[in-house]
């Protein structure tokens, strides 16, 4: 499984941006979902899961509120909206597909990983 994630780029305090991750196979479907972010010299940090059917939903409490995950699994992509965005946001974001049917907030639960997408919060 490819994951391509995309939509990055700069935007200032407060601003939205939607993030996207499109997986290569349409086993897709079955995974559960999740996006990480590691910002300039902090490790990698869990910010939001979906399971496979968009059934469950878990987020990180510092986007709670601000943050939504969603997914297409007819597209095989699964979403980030993310508003009222500020610097502690910036990073670089990851999507990752989990080993089963639901996320988690442990990154060792995933098996695939996309190549990331620069998010720059600026004030």
């Known amino acids: 499984v490819q994951l391509q994630a995309s939509g990055g780029g700069l935007v200032q305090t407060g601003g939205s941006l939607k993030l996207s991750c499109a997986a290569s196979?349409?086993?897709?479907?079955?995974?559960?979902m999740g996006w990480f972010r590691q910002a300039p010299g902090k490790e990698r940090e869990f910010v939001a899961t979906?399971?496979?059917?968009?059934?469950?939903?878990y987020y990180s409490e510092s986007v709670k509120g601000r943050f939504t995950i969603s997914r297409d699994n007819a597209k095989n992509t699964v979403y980030l909206q993310m508003n009222s965005l500020n610097a502690e946001d910036t990073a670089v974001y990851y999507c990752?597909?989990?080993?089963?049917?639901?996320?988690?907030?442990?990154?060792?639960?995933?098996?695939?990983w996309g190549q990331g997408t620069l998010v720059t919060v600026s004030s």
């Open positions: 990752a597909a989990s080993r089963g049917a639901v996320g988690s907030s442990q990154s060792s639960h995933y098996r695939y």
């Open positions: 979906i399971s496979w059917n968009g059934g469950s939903r």
């Open positions: 196979a349409r086993t897709f479907s079955n995974n559960g």
